[in-house]
């Protein structure tokens, strides 16, 4: 996991937390031993978007009515965009996929790389803190804010 932790400029604390965020349900599902996959992480990491995205949002356009706020955020954090940030630091290289996942092309799915940048920032504000959380969004998010 040495590689993405330089991918990402960030190095884990509790390593397990990158093994969570980088697995995909369908392996956890494959293997059946109760282990975990990335979508509580996903769900918390979610949320610590929002807010970064959010308040980033309102300090640059402190002119933009909410509705033009909402619209921006939108675009930021739809699953295209993910998509693109996900790309941008290779995640669909690490994630731990089932073999009926891996041979369907899920590796290269806009949905599993969406849902594991999502998990990864779950895992960082976990491992961190939100400064660290906020770190890593806002340089991965960087070309999109500008």
Not at 74 to 80: E, G
């Amino acid at each position: 996991m040495d590689s993405i932790e330089n991918r990402i400029n960030y190095s884990f604390e509790n390593p397990d937390l990158l093994s969570e965020a980088l697995t995909h349900p369908s392996l956890a599902y494959e293997n059946q031993d109760g282990g975990s996959d990335n979508q509580r992480l996903e769900f918390l990491g979610d949320a610590v978007l929002q807010l970064v995205l959010t308040h980033e949002l309102f300090i640059i356009f402190p002119d933009f009515p909410e509705g033009q706020l909402t619209k921006l955020r939108s675009r930021l954090v739809s699953t295209k965009a993910l998509e693109e940030y996900a790309l941008g630091i290779d995640l669909g290289t690490f994630v731990l996929l089932g073999k009926g996942e891996e041979r369907t092309g899920g590796r290269e799915r806009r949905g599993v790389l969406a849902d594991a940048f999502e998990a990864l920032i779950g895992a960082i504000y976990l491992d961190s803190g939100f400064e660290a959380a906020k770190v890593f969004i806002l340089n991965s998010c960087k070309i999109k804010l500008v």
